[in-house]
T-cell receptor, first 113, second 116 residues
Framework: GENVGLHLPTLSVQEGDNSIINCAYSNSASDYFIWYKQESGKGPQFIID?????DKRQGQRVTVLLNKTVKHLSLQIAATQPGDSAVYFC????????????FGPGTSLSVIP | EAGVAQSPRYKIIEKRQSVAFWCNPI?????LYWYQQILGQGPKLLIQFQNNGVVDDSQLPKDRFSAERLKGVDSTLKIQPAKLEDSAVYLC??????????????FGEGSRLTVL
């Protein structure tokens, strides 16, 4: 079945450093992998996605890497800022399951000023 | 563009009472999702609508939870009777159809339910 999970429940980084958040998945049939950011009291917000036929995708200060061999996904945030403090979720979706989006358990990122 | 609207933001009820949550998705979004997020966990999909039809409700506890999406726009999620373990944030999300299922969902701010 589908299962998306995270290695680290919490992560603390110094402001200005780079952050790396990791995620493991088990469904080889997933079409897209997505990262969401959730600030306290708000709903999750889409950050970036990557299609299953890609290895890397870059956005503004963020990079997502996909390693299908070991079923691993990571989100890299460059020059982490206090506003990046939030819980980050990886998620997956598959056309074979009507584009159902399944979320992992999340990693809490805390940026130290 | 207006975002996903949800109400109420907060609700406190006693166990065995009933509660209803309302969601208005982004205009033109055909797909609507209800997620349950228990404190410290990731959102769990309860039900997914495509227009006004259900495409997935496999995780919905149908003995107490019900949801509908009349006319393919607004949706309501009802819990009756509520249990202590239903305490959670109920998130509504919507997405475009025809985007190839990239997984980009637009979420409301959620309705926080506390069952005493």
């Amino acid at each position: 079945g589908e299962n998306v999970g995270l290695h680290l429940p919490t992560l603390s980084v110094q402001e200005g450093d780079n952050s790396i958040i990791n995620c493991a998945y088990s469904n080889s049939a997933s079409d897209y992998f997505i990262w969401y950011k959730q600030e306290s009291g708000k709903g999750p917000q889409f950050i970036i996605d990557i299609r299953s036929n890609m290895d890397k995708r870059q956005g503004q200060r963020v990079t997502v890497l996909l390693n299908k061999t070991v079923k691993h996904l990571s989100l890299q945030i460059a020059a982490t800022q206090p506003g990046d403090s939030a819980v980050y979720f990886c998620a997956e979706t598959s056309k074979t399951s009507y584009d159902k989006v399944i979320f992992g358990p999340g990693t809490s990122l805390s940026v130290i000023p | 563009e207006a975002g996903v609207a949800q109400s109420p933001r907060y609700k406190i009820i006693e166990k065995r009472q009933s509660v209803a949550f309302w969601c208005n998705p982004i205009s033109g979004h055909a797909t609507l999702y209800w997620y349950q997020q228990i404190l410290g966990q990731g959102p769990k999909l309860l039900i997914q609508f495509q227009n006004n039809g259900v495409v997935d409700d496999s995780q919905l506890p149908k003995d107490r939870f019900s949801a509908e999406r009349l006319k393919g726009v607004d949706s309501t999620l009802k819990i009756q009777p509520a249990k202590l373990e239903d305490s959670a944030v109920y998130l509504c999300a919507s997405s475009h159809s025809g985007r190839g299922g990239t997984g980009e969902l637009f979420f409301g701010e959620g309705s926080r339910l506390t069952v005493l």
